[in-house]
Each structure stands twice: as structure tokens, then as C-alpha cells.
């Protein structure tokens, strides 16, 4: 079976196709005939060496979906079960063995690149917007990258919550993504001379009540200064940097930062599976529309990686081995 490795850290350059034998399931693991895999920004950050594993060689991609083909004894699954997957290293591959915990079944109405393109993303968008801060009816919310996977997600719970978002998007071509994905207004950044000022205009003078922020060093004093006070700043990512050190004493008087994983740590495997089986009810019954930006073959990794880098692309893509 064919799956995409590095031998060293580096440009997209360095992801290649590799060969290895059919895995076997442990006790309690499956193994998946992957049909869809999930390119996210944290695989190029590992390809960068920036995140965990920092040893070579390395194996890519997290979630994705598939068909059930072998079971472990202990698995509750069967075979020819369609399934989805977070958090199973190495989904860029033909087959994966993926513990029997993180499998969530897809229904029959949802693709596979529906469920790829969506859980994970669509985890992420609940857990800040439902757990880490509970977004109210009548808020206004600034979502920045609101054409990304994460940021569509969002933008759709947190009007489907009863607020009004403002979202951002970096480039012209993708205003219409954000707006159909329910934003109250659209604003282009490379189309505004100061950004800060078209959104208070927005917002009136009191400012925004929640920022939802996975660019990081990039948008971070723009976003703050869009606050209102006691409004709540959250950092779920680092898209364009890594946010510097800062002194809380010169921040806005009254602003909440808030830093959260979108991985959600804490949560049990049983909490854990009822958002997943959530978010795929979501998608299935259209509360969440997943937007498929582009997909690629194995081969292609390189040229997804290029892709995603660029800042040009729009909701999930998609390795289809």
C-alpha cells in the first residue's frame, strides 16, 4: 500500500509516495480502505518541523474516510461499515489502522468527502463556539478567515446561534463562501486600507462582542482594537505567525483573551463521540455545509501543500488516494 511520508523537514517538496506492507488491526483497531483524507494546516506545520513529531521520517494527515476491511477482536465495528476518523496519524495513505474509539459512522446521505472535509473542522467550529465561549443570541462576531474550513463552520453556528457576523476573507474571490455561509456583511482584506475602521463601522462604536481568530500574529492588534469592553478575544490558531510576547497591561481595558486548542484535550472519548456524532448529524441534515475547496491525488500532496499555503484556497481540501 502506497502513503505519503518526508525523510527531512522542509518546502512541500519534500512529502513522497512510499511503499509499505498492508497493516493489520490490533484488538481494538480497524483497518481502512481510505477513500477521502484530510489536509489541514498542522500537517504543513509538521512538514515544517514546527509541531510534534520533530523526528524524521514522519508520517502525514489526521482524519479522513473510508470503508471498514478488517477488524481487531475487540472492535465494535463490522466490515464494510463507512466511517469517519480524527486523530489517527498518518491518514495520507491507501489503508489505516484507526482505533475503533475514534471511528464515527457516516450516514448513508453523506459523502465521504463530506465527512472528511467536515468533522474535523466542524469539531473544532463547535467546540469554541457552543464550550469555550458560548456565543449568545443578538452578539455580533468578528470571524476572521471566514471563507477557510474552520471559519465557514463558525460563521454558520454562530448565526445558526442567533448573533451577527462580520466575517473577513483575505482575497475578493472568496466573499461569496462567507456570505452564503450566512455572514451579515463580507469584508475583503487586500480590497481595505484600514480594516480596523470598516469594522467598527460595522460594529458602531462599542465594538464587537466575540473575535474568533485562527490567523494569530497577523490580525491580532486589529482584532483587539474591535473589541468592546468585557468583549472576548479568541486565538485558536496561527495561520499567518505565531501571536509575540505581549504585555496585558497595555491591551484594551476590560478585553477577555481566551486561547483555545481546537482538538479539544480535555474531553473525554464518550464526550468526544456524541460532538462527533453531532457534527456529522449537522452535515447530514444541512446545519453544516461542507465546502470542498479542491482535491488531489496521492501524488499531488506536494502540490495540496503549495496550495493551502497560498492563502488562495477556500473550505477543506482533500487527498483521494
Known sequence: MRFISASNFGPPEVLRVEERPLPHPKADEVIVEVKAAGINLMDTYLRRGMTPPTSVPTVFGVDGAGVVVAVGAQSRATI??????????????????????????IPQSVSFEAAAGGLMQGLTARHLCYDAVPVPQGAVVLVHSAASGVGRMLTQLVTGRGARVIATVSRGHKAPAAAEAGAWKVLVRDEI?????????????????????????????????????????????????????????????????????????????????????????????????VLIGRTYCLEDAAAAHCDLESQETMGKLLLLP
Request: aromatic letters at 8%; a negative charge; proline letters at 7%.
Open 80 to 105: 464494510g461499515d463507512r466511517v469517519a476518523w480524527v486523530w489517527a496519524p498518518g491518514s495520507y495513505a491507501e489503508m489505516l489502522a484507526v482505533p475503533d474509539e475514534r471511528l464515527v459512522p
Open 193 to 289: 486600507e484600514d480594516l480596523g475602521a470598516a469594522i467598527r463601522d460595522l460594529s458602531g462604536p462599542d465594538g464587537v462582542d466575540v473575535v474568533f481568530d485562527g490567523t494569530g500574529k497577523t490580525l491580532f492588534d486589529i482584532s483587539i482594537s474591535a473589541l468592546r469592553y468585557k468583549g472576548v478575544f479568541v486565538h485558536y490558531g496561527r495561520a499567518g505567525g505565531p501571536i509575540p510576547p505581549l504585555s496585558l497591561w497595555d491591551q484594551p481595558d476590560g478585553v477577555h483573551l481566551v486561547r483555545c486548542r481546537g482538538d479539544a484535550r480535555h474531553e473525554s472519548i464518550d464526550q468526544w463521540r456524541r460532538h462527533a456524532l453531532q457534527v456529522m448529524q449537522w452535515i447530514e441534515d444541512g446545519t453544516l455545509d
